[in-house]
C-alpha cells in the first residue's frame, strides 16, 4: 500500500501526463491540414478564406497543394448540409467528389447541393505565394529552384521567416543564392531596418537582370527613406546600362544570324555570277530544292526509320547538293551556255526558269508550306548573360563557316578550283593553255547550285518551305555579293555579316521593311564610290 507522499507524487504525476496529453492533442488538432482545410466550409469572409490559405501553408505539408491547387481553379465547393469541404471535379451533374487532401474518391453530389468556396485575385496570389512556400522544401532541386524564382516576383514581408529557414537548410548554392534574392525583394517591401534594405539592394544590384530591376524600380519610387531611394535609383540604373550592353549584344547576335543565312543563299551566286558573269535569278529555287529534299528525306525517316530522326540534315546534305546541282548542271548546259556574253538575256531566261521550278514544286508537292522538325540537338535555347541564343540559329552559323571553309579548301587546293580562277582572271589565255572553259563553266555553275541547295538544307530549319522560299533570298544575295566584290568569297563573308548587322539595328528604328529599304540606299551609294565593291577581283580578264 502506497503511503501519502507517494500518492501525491503519482497523482502529480498522472495529472502532468494528462496536461501534456491534451496540450499535444490540441496541438495535433491545430497544426492538423485536415482540419484546418474545413475552415473554407460555409459562406466565411474573403479575408477568413485567406487567413485559412496562411494557415495551411504554415502547415509545411506538400499535401495541401491539392487543396490550394483547386481553390486557385475554382474547384474547391463545400456541401451545404454539413459545410465539409471537397474537390469537385467533371462537367455533368451529379459532381464527382475527391478529398481535398489525398484526392482519394469522395462519392457524388448534385451540384444543386454544392457551393463553391469564392476568392478574388489577391487570394489567387496568397494561394500562389503559400504554393512557393510548399516547393521551397521539395527533395527536387529543380523545384526547389522554381519557387525560389515564383517567390522572387511576387515576395512579400510575410515570406521573410519562411525564407530564412529555407535558405538555413539549402545545401545548392545556386539555390540559396536565389532564395536570398527572394528575401531581399521581400525585405524592400518591409519596415525592416534600413541597414537591412541597403544590403537589399547591393544584393538586387548584384543581380543585375530585369526582375531585380522591377524591383529595384519600385523600391525607388515607393520608399521613404531617402538612402534607401537613392541606392535604389544608382543600382537601377546601374542595371538599365547592363540591360542597354546586352541588347546591343543580342543585336549583334541576330546581326550575325542573319549574316550566316545570308552568306549561305549568296556563297553559291558569288560563284556563278564570279566566274562566268552569269545573272541567275534561278538561284533562289536551287535554295528551295534544297529545302524540299530535306522535307522529302524527313518524311521517308518518318515512315522507314524513325529511330534515324537526329541523322535526318546529316542524310539530307549531300542528297540536296546532288540534287541542286544536277538541277543547275541541266540549265546550264541546257540554256546558259547559249547565252554566255548576253547577261540581261541570262536573267530574262533564268527567271523564266524560276517560275517553272515554283510550278513544278507545287504540282508535287503542293502549295502549302510543308513541315521540316528540328532534330533534338538543334531545338531549345539557353543563357549567355541576358542574351539568349537558339541552338538552331548557332549550328547554322556553325554550318554556314564550315561551308565557306570547305569551299575556300576547293578553290584554292583542288585542280577544279585553279582552273576556276584561271578562267575567273583571264578566259582566253586560260582555254590556249588547254583548260577546256566550256567544262569549267558547267562545273562551276553546278557548284554554285549545289551549295545553294545544302543553303536549303539550313534554312529549312528557320524558314517556312515552301514554293516561294527562294525569293526571299535572292534579291539579298545579289546585294551581298555586289557589296562584298563580284566573285570574292572573302568579300561575300564580309559582306553578308555586314548587311546583317546593320538589318538588325535599323529594325527598331525604321522597321523590317524601311530597314531594307535605307540598307539598298545606303549600297547604291557604296557602289557609287566603289563600283566593284568591298573586295575587288583583279587580273587581264577583269581590267578587260
Known amino acids: 500500500m502506497l503511503t501519502l507522499p507517494c500518492r501525491l507524487l503519482t497523482l502529480a504525476f498522472l495529472a502532468l501526463l494528462a496536461c501534456l496529453g491534451s496540450g499535444a492533442a490540441a496541438f495535433a488538432q491545430a497544426g492538423d491540414p485536415a482540419q484546418i482545410v474545413q475552415k473554407f466550409g460555409g459562406k466565411t469572409s474573403f479575408e477568413a478564406t485567406e487567413a485559412t490559405v496562411k494557415e495551411l501553408a504554415a502547415t509545411g505539408d506538400p499535401a495541401v497543394a491539392r487543396a490550394l491547387n483547386a481553390l486557385a481553379e475554382g474547384q474547391l465547393y463545400y456541401r451545404k448540409s454539413d459545410n465539409r469541404v471537397f474537390i469537385a471535379s467533371g462537367g455533368g451533374d451529379p459532381l464527382t467528389l475527391l478529398d481535398p487532401l489525398s484526392g482519394d474518391p469522395a462519392g457524388e453530389e448534385p451540384s444543386g447541393n454544392l457551393a463553391k468556396v469564392k476568392i478574388k485575385n ?78 537589399a539592394i547591393e544584393l538586387l544590384g548584384s543581380r543585375g537582370d530585369r526582375e531585380a530591376l522591377v524591383v529595384l524600380t519600385a523600391a525607388s519610387a515607393g520608399s521613404a527613406e531617402a538612402a534607401v531611394k537613392a541606392a535604389a535609383a544608382k543600382a537601377a540604373g546601374a542595371i538599365e546600362e547592363t540591360i542597354a550592353f546586352w541588347a546591343y549584344a543580342q543585336n549583334v547576335w541576330y546581326g550575325l544570324s542573319l549574316g550566316s543565312v545570308l552568306l549561305l543563299a549568296a556563297i553559291g551566286l558569288a560563284i556563278t555570277f564570279g566566274v562566268m558573269g552569269v545573272i541567275n535569278m ?159 563553266d558547267a562545273m562551276t555553275f553546278a557548284l554554285g547550285s549545289g551549295i545553294a541547295g545544302v543553303a536549303g538544307v539550313a534554312l529549312s530549319q528557320i524558314d517556312n518551305v515552301s514554293p516561294n522560299l527562294g525569293q526571299g533570298y535572292i534579291i539579298d544575295s545579289f546585294m551581298v555579293v555586289v557589296f562584298g566584290g563580284v566573285g570574292n568569297l572573302w568579300g561575300t563573308l564580309v559582306g553578308a555579316m555586314s548587311l546583317g548587322i546593320l538589318n538588325k539595328f535599323l529594325e527598331p528604328f525604321a522597321g523590317a521593311v524601311l530597314g531594307k529599304i535605307v540598307v539598298l540606299v545606303l549600297l547604291i551609294l557604296f557602289i557609287q564610290k566603289r563600283p566593284r565593291g568591298l573586295f575587288a577581283q583583279k587580273g587581264r580578264f577583269v581590267e578587260a
Do not use: C
Request: charged share 15%.
Open 122 to 199: 489577391s487570394i489567387r496570389r496568397t494561394v500562389s505565394d503559400a504554393l512557393g512556400s510548399l516547393t521551397l522544401a521539395s527533395p527536387d532541386p529543380a523545384k526547389r529552384l522554381a519557387a525560389a524564382n515564383t517567390l522572387f516576383a511576387g515576395a512579400t514581408p510575410e515570406q521573410i521567416e519562411t525564407l530564412d529557414a529555407a535558405i538555413a537548410g539549402e545545401q545548392l548554392p545556386d539555390i540559396r543564392a536565389r532564395l536570398e534574392q527572394a528575401r531581399a525583394a521581400a525585405v524592400l517591401k518591409s519596415d525592416r531596418p534600413e541597414a537591412e534594405k541597403l544590403a
Open 282 to 440: 534561278a538561284h533562289g529555287e536551287m535554295v528551295m530544292l534544297g529545302a524540299y529534299t530535306t522535307f522529302a528525306v524527313q518524311e521517308t525517316i518518318r515512315a522507314e526509320a524513325p529511330s534515324l530522326f537526329a541523322w535526318s540534315l546529316a542524310i539530307a546534305l549531300p542528297l540536296a547538293f546532288l540534287v541542286s546541282a544536277f538541277v543547275g548542271l541541266v540549265i546550264e548546259r541546257g540554256i546558259i551556255r547559249f547565252l554566255y556574253g548576253r547577261p540581261l538575256e541570262t536573267l530574262l531566261a533564268t527567271f523564266g526558269v524560276s517560275l517553272i521550278l515554283q510550278q513544278g514544286v507545287r504540282t508535287i508537292f503542293g502549295p502549302t508550306n510543308r513541315q521540316v522538325g528540328n532534330p533534338d540537338w538543334m531545338s531549345g535555347a539557353f543563357e549567355v548573360g541576358l542574351m539568349s541564343v537558339t541552338w538552331n540559329r548557332l549550328w547554322i552559323i556553325v554550318f554556314a563557316l564550315i561551308v565557306f571553309a570547305a569551299l575556300l579548301l576547293v578553290l584554292g587546293r583542288t585542280s577544279l578550283g585553279l582552273q576556276m580562277r584561271a578562267v575567273t582572271q583571264n578566259r582566253r589565255m586560260a582555254s590556249a593553255m588547254g583548260i577546256r572553259t566550256p567544262w569549267i
